[in-house]
């Protein structure tokens, strides 16, 4: 049995009088009378039970005491402690002891202890004097910036066609917003004729809308006529030279992010030659760097020519209005990349357990076949995690919203598509913001039933309500929060009012079920106040303009061009 403190009735009797001499108790196996490991012989007894390191550590203690070598305890004292933080134990020959090994850094999904344990300090709102949606994002740029798209464009007259190029954008929403934008760019390096881009069906996005169900192809041909040529679909005579089949035609399998020039010397040959060129898949297929009017060109494609159709602009203004009724004016949005589809892409584990392992595997081979299973790949979960790699979950956005100074009281509207395991993950971010609001929630069944099964569409409601909100808040990487934050950069006079967190700093606080809600705040305290700083940003070379439209959309406004606006 354990033995009991005084505290606890202890009735051990009292210890011996300070005057009375007696031997040193062994530090192993207690001194005094009584049976057990020190019982029956003090010393003798207790070096039958030592072992060797045991004994050796004894007769060292013993030596130092009774020289009084008393600097001869602390190496003794310090391996000790270090042996006992360990994890090792004496309990046989060394070649036989035990360590215990703590577990790795992001081995285990943390988070949802870290939330029960700041979540008193979090519902009680300590230390959220205001909420943070009304005294945050005062734009911290020196001077003013407006879009300045029709100075870097010349208004020449198009001089005849070289033939028509026809492209294939792929991905989803944004990334067929970048291919068409780029495929502008290179109608117009080449003087070709642009046949209006059909959209690759995608084995995860699934969905079958054309370039007029998401865009409006009247404005955006319109837009452009004075820079580019643009037509519906490749004229009935050039279509039977090529034998009524389009594969026919010749068929450039491109490199990524070619150069101007390269369009110009390999491409432009080909096309003088056939009368068209087709490039599919065209995704990320020129480089960011180009000549002024061509940065001109994209910028005007994706900021003014490539606007939503009718249907869609109808539906999201109304969403729009209606969320800002609700909120009293004010509310941010987050871009939540909480689908199967993101999670299991990530390899990233959860607390699922094995239904989730099952689920997500087979997602992974219904998306990629093959490709998470060849030979030699080596998946680390936990590397991933520390990276910053893995998509946020609900919880960890909930938690990372409340220390930044956003109360329940603030209005959140949620982008996502189908978030995995909705009603268990989406639950504690609800109790943390219960002004929580979606597509299903601001539009009607009966509103949202023509969108049903087309992940473009529905991606382009959540793009615009998220272009308008506040605060935008992005939790992964990708073509959807890139695109928003240039946008809202092209809006907002060069200033993003856009979140985005520090995602590796991030998996460190989630890891440490142990931390202080002043510690986990005063951390994320900080990874708002850097976003905020890094609202404006100009452009590097190798940026992406539709990113960072500074300065190649963009010029700084005189007095002048104020008062105009």
């Known amino acids: 049995m ?5 505290m606890n009735g202890d009735t051990s009797p009292a210890t011996s009088p300070r005057h009375r001499r007696h031997k040193h108790p062994s530090a192993f196996g207690g001194g005094g009378g009584g049976g057990g490991v020190g019982g029956g012989g003090g010393i003798r007894g207790a070096r039958k039970s030592f072992s060797s390191a045991e004994r050796f550590l004894y007769c060292l203690l013993l030596r130092a005491l009774k020289r009084r070598g008393w600097l001869l305890l602390v190496p003794v004292v310090y391996v000790a402690g270090m042996l006992f933080y360990m994890g090792g134990r004496f309990d046989g020959p060394v070649r036989d002891s035990v360590i215990l090994r703590r577990e790795s850094p992001g081995s285990a999904y943390r988070s949802p202890l870290v939330f029960e344990r700041l979540l008193p300090y979090m519902e009680g709102g300590h230390g959220n004097s205001s909420n943070a949606l009304m005294t945050t994002w005062h734009s911290k740029v020196g001077h003013s910036w407006g879009p300045c798209i029709s100075k870097k464009l010349s208004q020449e007259e198009l001089p005849s066609s070289n033939g028509y190029l026809i492209i294939e954008a792929n991905g989803g929403l944004n990334q067929q917003r970048l291919s068409i934008c780029d495929a502008v760019a290179v109608a117009r390096i080449l003087n070709a004729t642009l046949v209006t881009p059909m959209f690759h069906l995608n084995s995860v996005w699934r969905d079958k809308s054309k370039f007029g169900d998401i865009f409006d192809e009247e404005y955006f041909i319109d837009s452009l006529k004075n820079h580019v040529r643009i037509v519906r679909q490749l004229p009935e005579d050039v279509f039977q030279r090529f034998n009524n089949n389009l594969s026919s035609i010749v068929n450039l399998r491109v490199k990524a992010w070619l150069t101007s020039s390269h369009y110009v010397k390999k491409v432009l040959p080909r096309l003088l030659t056939m009368g068209a060129v087709r490039i599919a898949p065209f995704s990320n297929r020129l480089a960011h760097a180009a000549p002024s009017s061509i940065q001109g060109l994209r910028c005007k494609t994706n900021f003014e020519a490539l606007r939503f159709s009718e249907p869609i602009r109808t539906l999201a203004e109304k969403m729009v209005d209606r969320v800002k009724k609700r909120s009293g004016g004010k509310y941010i949005s987050v871009h939540l990349r909480f689908e199967e589809d993101m999670v299991a892409f990530s390899c990233c584990t959860y607390d699922g357990g094995d239904e989730e392992k099952r689920e997500l595997d087979d997602a992974r081979e219904r998306g990629w076949r093959g490709k998470f299973n060849k030979t030699g790949r080596v998946i680390k979960p936990a590397a991933i995690r520390m990276n910053g790699k893995c998509p946020l979950s609900p919880l960890e956005v909930g938690m990372m919203l409340n220390a930044m100074g956003f109360d329940s009281t603030t209005t959140v509207y949620v982008a996502a598509g189908k978030i995995y395991k909705a009603e268990r993950n989406m ?25 049903k099964g087309y992940s473009s569409r529905l991606a382009a409601l959540d793009y615009t309500v998220c272009l308008l909100s506040d605060v935008f808040v992005t939790t992964q990487g990708g073509n959807f929060p890139h695109f ?12 993003a009012r856009t979140i985005k967190p520090d995602k590796r700093k991030l998996a460190r606080l989630f890891d440490n079920p142990n931390i202080r809600w002043d510690s986990f705040k005063h951390e994320v305290q900080e990874m708002l106040h ?32 104020v008062v105009d606006t």
């Open 427 to 451: 639950a504690p971010l609800r109790r943390l913001f219960p002004l929580l609001e979606t597509k299903e929630s601001l539009a009607s069944p009966e509103e949202l039933a023509p969108f």
């Open 530 to 561: 850097r976003s905020d700083g890094k609202g404006f940003e100009l452009r590097k070379p190798n940026s992406s303009l539709y990113m960072f439209p500074t300065p190649d959309c963009m010029c700084k406004q005189t007095e002048e061009d």
């Open 484 to 495: 928003l934050m240039g946008h809202r950069r092209y809006l907002y006079g060069g200033h």
């Open 2 to 6: 354990r033995s009991e403190s005084p």
